[in-house]
């Protein structure tokens, strides 16, 4: 109880949102890979119409969690490859009707601030991340961050909290200069003989030490989440973009032979017409 009291609104606001980070990087996922000639649509993708563009998306790879959807596509027009990141609007979206009801009314009547939240619906302006790769780089961070200079931080900081490592370790380096400043405060108690003066700074020190080794476990999370989801994703494409890029330049010279046969006929009849 005396850790509880001690415990600062910002703190527990801290260890909420690593909690719900670590939730994230180590949800499990339902991966599935595709093959391109089989020509799965991308879920929730939607093209606009366009007349210039001869074949429609393919899906390579989906993977799917309680927080979202990843799905790796390709476009033939464009000749890239893109990540579709589709965040879901609360952990119970794949639940029934009746169950989200039961969980929203345990919300209400929940006191509990950590109850509460876990059972929170959580409405986000950007429910989806499009990142399209240019170039024949693998994917990877690099490619990632690059484009992801283009768009909404916190969208994709919600889509691949993994990438977001730097506020993190900026964290851990503030608590061990704080721990250190403790650590010399109580031994100048201890040498002046003021040992009850340390009951509280030893309290605050625990808690530093839980969250400085909280932060290493959710670093090494989000390290071995982006090692295990982006090689994924990179060994998908890489083990079928020569093919791919084969059977579409094919069938682009063959739509467009089919296309110059048709107008030359075109105009063949309306030769014959005069």
């Known amino acids: ?11 527990r606001q801290r ?11 180590t949800a499990a996922r339902h991966i599935r890979t595709e093959h391109f000639s089989s020509h799965v649509k ?9 007349p210039s563009y001869m074949f429609q998306c393919d899906r390579l ?18 000749r890239r490859s893109f990540l579709f990141v589709h965040l879901k609007s609360s952990r119970y979206d794949t639940v029934s009707g009746r169950t989200q009801r039961e969980l929203k009314e345990y919300q209400l009547n929940s006191r509990r601030r950590s ?17 399209e790769k240019a170039g024949g780089r693998p994917w990877g961070e690099k490619v990632i961050r690059a484009q992801g200079r283009r768009m909404n931080a916190g969208a994709l900081e919600n889509a691949m909290p993994f990438l977001f490592r730097d506020k993190n370790r900026k964290r851990l380096a503030e ?29 605050q020190q625990t808690q530093k030490h839980t969250e400085e080794n909280f932060l290493n476990h959710l670093i090494s999370c989000k390290e071995a989440a982006s090692r295990n989801l982006l090689g994924t ?7 079928q973009k020569h093919e791919m890029f084969a059977y579409y330049k094919n069938r682009l010279k063959e739509e467009r032979s089919e296309q110059e046969t048709a107008a030359d006929a075109g105009e063949d009849e309306a030769d014959q017409a005069k």
């Open 175 to 203: 608590l061990r200069v704080e721990g250190r400043q403790l650590q010399d405060e109580i031994q100048l108690n201890v040498n002046e003989g003021r040992f009850q003066d340390n009951i509280i700074l030893r309290q």
């Open 115 to 131: 109850q509460s939240r876990a059972f929170a619906a959580k409405s986000r302006g950007e429910s989806a991340v499009l990142i």
């Open 61 to 78: 790879m989906k993977a799917e969690s309680m927080f979202g959807r990843l799905q790796l596509g390709y476009h033939p027009a464009r």
């Open 1 to 11: 109880m005396a850790d509880e009291r001690l415990e600062t609104d910002s703190g």
């Open 233 to 239: 994703v990179s060994r998908v494409f890489e083990n």
């Open 15 to 25: 260890r909420l949102e690593y909690q719900e980070e670590l939730d994230k990087v």
């Open 42 to 50: 991308l879920e929730g993708y939607y093209e606009s119409p366009n």
